[in-house]
Nanobody, 126 residues
């Protein structure tokens, strides 16, 4: 099992950028599809973006398409979420998660991911 630790959250103003990082504990990271999810108070956890184990396939929620970019560095066992043009509605706790192993289909439901980080708070003031 892989362990995940997120970092990079903070308090920013609308229009600013942040880059979240998710560091994994070991080489098994390379085989996992990865996802970024977020959860705002009173809301269900929702998918933000996913990336295949190979880095060759990505998915974005409509609400972040064109503003956020997910990427991974398998040599550094890290997945990133670059967030540009932040809006107040992006305020949430952001989680990274590990999903299927060497699969070419990345799920978008939280129940398709088995290992989660502790989360990092992103607050966007308007």
């Amino acid at each position: 099992q892989v362990q995940l630790v997120e970092s990079g959250g903070g308090l920013v103003q609308a229009g600013d950028s942040l880059r979240l990082s998710c560091a994994a504990s070991g080489r098994t990271f390379r085989g996992y599809n990865m996802g970024w999810f977020r959860q705002a108070p009173g809301n269900e956890r929702e998918v933000v973006a996913t990336i295949l184990w190979s880095g060759k396939g990505t998915y974005y929620a409509d609400s972040v398409k064109g503003r956020f970019t997910i990427s991974r560095d398998n040599d550094k066992f890290t997945v990133y979420l670059q967030m540009n043009g932040l809006k107040s509605e992006d305020t949430a706790v952001y989680y990274c998660a590990a999903g299927a192993w060497y699969s070419n289909t990345a799920g978008i439901g939280p129940n398709e991911y088995h290992t989660w980080g502790q989360g990092t708070q992103v607050t966007v003031s308007s």
